[in-house]
């Protein structure tokens, strides 16, 4: 007995289907693969050296075994509040003026600009801070890490708002316009408002993009084995630090460095995490 043409179409079509989704799970997999690799790998590798003293001691002098690098931890936090303090009002007031004020031929040229620079290397960023701050300042210093790191933020914060702000549907724009309210309060209190999810978003992806930066706080914070309490001085980073650390050859401190690699990496997981967790309504405000 013979199966018909119809039912033979049918079952190539399911064996093509069953084809293609097992293909793109493989790829899903190799994509994933690499991040789980690391991931293991440096559990496996930090997990034993991360203890109490790893988050409230300072790093020990040449050839000591021991400390921590309570200081890196908190100059990494305080890098990312001045890179924010810089980037965020920039980049959310810029999204704005391409989503609601620009002209269609200058928002062109914008777009590009901010394009590129997002392709830019990091350690031209740090380069441009150099010759911006520490050379004016004579000394490398936090501000100068911050500005680095603010400028690198700007144009992905800006590209990021700009999308969420046009997800915003227009009635509401024409609703608030129709009823009176000026336009710089129609966009604070009704498309900021609304789309506030996404412009959160786009901040901590671009915090995630920075932290882990070492190329450009080479040229600027440069680093410091101790406490900071003036930024206009040197200031500890963890990538600074785990970097210093990695090219020693002392065995401690490269088993501080893979747990410092893997404290940078568990930061940046949560995140990406805290992102996950705002977006998971598919920005339901802005799209309401």
Not at 49 to 69: R, S, Y
Not at 120 to 135: M, N, Q, R, T
Not at 149 to 177: C, D, H, K, Q, S
Not at 212 to 238: K, Y
Request: hydrophobic content about 55%.
């Amino acid at each position: 007995m013979t199966m018909q043409p119809q039912s033979l179409y049918h079952r190539w079509r399911k064996i093509k289907s069953t084809l293609m989704s097992v293909t793109a799970l493989l790829c899903a997999l190799l994509v994933i693969a690499p991040l789980g690799l690391v991931l293991g790998y440096l559990i496996h590798a930090g997990a034993g050296a991360i203890n109490w003293d790893f988050f409230t001691q300072l790093p020990k002098p040449v050839g000591e075994v021991g400390g921590g690098m309570a200081n890196a931890i908190v100059g990494t936090l305080t890098l990312l509040g001045l890179a924010c303090a810089i980037g965020v009002p920039v980049g959310v007031l810029g999204g704005v003026y391409l989503s609601e004020y620009g002209s269609e031929k200058s928002n062109w040229w914008i777009r590009f600009g901010a394009d590129v620079l997002n392709g830019v290397p990091s350690i031209a960023w740090g380069i441009v801070a150099y010759a911006l701050v520490v050379v004016r300042m004579k000394t490398f210093s936090a501000y100068a890490g911050g500005v680095a790191l603010g400028f690198m933020m700007i144009p992905l914060i800006m590209r990021t708002t700009e999308e969420v702000l046009l997800l915003v549907p227009n009635g509401y724009r024409e609703a608030a316009l129709a009823l009176g309210i000026s336009r710089w309060k129609m966009i604070c209190q009704i498309v900021m408002k609304t789309a506030f999810k996404g412009i959160v978003t786009g901040v901590l992806l671009a915090a995630a993009r920075i932290a882990g930066e070492t190329a450009p706080l080479l040229f600027t914070a440069f680093g410091n084995r101790f406490w900071t309490h003036d930024l206009s001085q040197p200031i500890a980073a963890l990538p600074l630090q785990v970097f210093v650390y990695a090219i020693s050859p002392y065995d401690d401190w490269h088993r501080q460095a893979w747990a410092g690699a893997l404290v940078l990496i568990l930061m940046v997981l949560f995140i990406n995490l805290i992102v996950r967790f705002i977006t998971r309504g598919r920005f339901a405000g802005a799209g309401r």
